[in-house]
Nanobody
Framework: VQLVESGGGLVQPGGSLRLSCAASGFTFSSSIMSWYRQAPGKERRLVAS????????DYAESVKGRFTISRDNAWNMVYLQMNSLKPEDTAVYYC??????WGRGTQVTVSS
């Protein structure tokens, strides 16, 4: 099983990033998928989740209206579009499968 995140980096406040997660080794199309994040010295927290078919999504209050989670079951991919980024969005972002699998994370830094 592998979940490999990409797309992180350094961005200025107000900017955008799109994170990607490539999944393999399990039945991706049957799994609820999520993005979590962990800031330095803080707990890992749920950012967004999407149903296996992609028709239902949910977001943490802190990112509602700014982030969008999506998936492509044909390519075993899940995405997180992040707009209007704030310094408090700085964290390592992790891809998670409801089967209990984690990626290694990708760093997002929002700073001027």
């Amino acid at each position: 099983v592998q979940l490999v995140e990409s797309g992180g980096g350094l961005v200025q406040p107000g900017g955008s990033l799109r994170l990607s997660c490539a999944a393999s080794g399990f039945t991706f199309s049957s799994s609820i998928m999520s993005w979590y994040r962990q800031a330095p010295g803080k707990e890992r927290r749920l950012v967004a989740s999407i149903s296996n078919t992609g028709d239902i999504s949910d977001y943490a209050e802190s990112v509602k209206g700014r982030f969008t989670i999506s998936r492509d079951n044909a390519w075993n991919m899940v995405y997180l579009q992040m707009n209007s980024l704030k310094p408090e969005d700085t964290a390592v972002y992790y891809c998670y499968s409801a089967y209990g699998y984690w990626g290694r994370g990708t760093q997002v830094t929002v700073s001027s």
